[in-house]
């Protein structure tokens, strides 16, 4: 198994490529999911994570993570990360219980880190995925008091994400939306972590499809780039040729973009509007999720860049192509830029970094305007 991000973290072996067709079993009607069941789903994904830090930081030292370039003050946070972790594994067990059901044990990992940096990065990519669990899990609960015990796991998750994330240089808040990921998609992921686990842990009911991972070659990924996912799923010889669409999946709704399948890989662009941490699935039909549509993945791709970036980009071509260098009859341009005196959008910020791209790209005059919430009989300029 691998995830790989922009510092190419490799956690297992490469996928391997099937050349003869096969089906997977037929399965019987998806059963009803409870929320005892989002419980046991949740407590598996806690019991990874806790897992995961606490045999890391007994791996890694303080001294590691200096050399590593991280300071005390940063290790003792992933202390407090980790205690994070135990108390969500020791409060949902008790919620179980409360309920009379048996929570699952925690299982045997196997998590691929073998230094300080691969830690952080794996820390990093996980927390991000539980977010999208939790967020993905939280339409389905039931019961108001264990949503809201889901959402307050889950605003704790979005910080250890952010912080991690701002570790490594990344942007820690990407995208406006957080992306949703549901119980068979989380499955798949978490499960690439998973040797096996006690006889006495009861099924889920979830399934995990064949796995999908961004090709090593493709690291430096941005806006409209090209990309290629490696999978294990068998491909039937018929079905090669497709069609194939990577679903991009997004709080909205799924971004749809063609998709080729050539030597084991399938082959796309990355669509605008994503950044960060990002979930990729292989359909055989647009527009479609279930699992009679859905072939591989998710696979996580993390998509550098910044959404304000990408706009300022789209107005200096827009500027560009109507102010052309050659010498033209203007001798002064001027710029008025408003925005609401409640401003709940935030656009007096986005107003700051564009004023910038007309002032210190094109040398146009600025002026910032604030439209009062109250009608005014006359507006100075």
Known sequence: MKFSTASSIVLATASTCLAHPTRRAEEAAA????????????????????????????????????EA??????????????????THVSF??????????????????????????????????????GVSAYLGAAA??????YLTAAASILTVESRHSSYLRAAQKQSPFPQPFDAPLDLNEVFTLAGQFIVSCPATNGALPVKAFPLLTLDPAFMNVTTNSSVAFETKAVIAEADKAGPWYAAWVSVTGPVYTPATYVDCKFHTTVPVGYHGQNYVVISKKEGCMTDDCVTAGPAIVEVTGKNVEEYQEDIRKAISTAFNPHPTAFTKVSVLLMHWENDDLDVALLEQELGKVFEEIYGFDVEYYEIKATPTASIDF
Not at 69 to 86: A, C, M, P, R, W
């Open 31 to 66: 059963p009803k999911i409870t929320d005892v069941d989002i419980l046991q789903y949740a407590l598996t994904l806690e019991h990874l994570e806790d897992k995961f830090y606490r045999e890391g930081l007994a791996n890694f030292t303080l001294k590691h993570f200096e």
């Open 140 to 145: 389905s609960i039931v019961e108001k008091a």
């Open 92 to 129: 949902l067990t008790t919620a179980l219980k409360g309920v009379n059901a048996t929570p699952v044990a925690e299982c045997t990992y196997a998590f691929g880190v073998t230094d300080v940096k691969t830690f952080i990065a794996t820390a990093a990519i996980l927390e991000g995925v």
């Open 69 to 86: 370039g991280f300071n005390e003050t940063f290790y003792n946070n992933l202390k407090e990360v980790s205690y994070d972790e135990t």
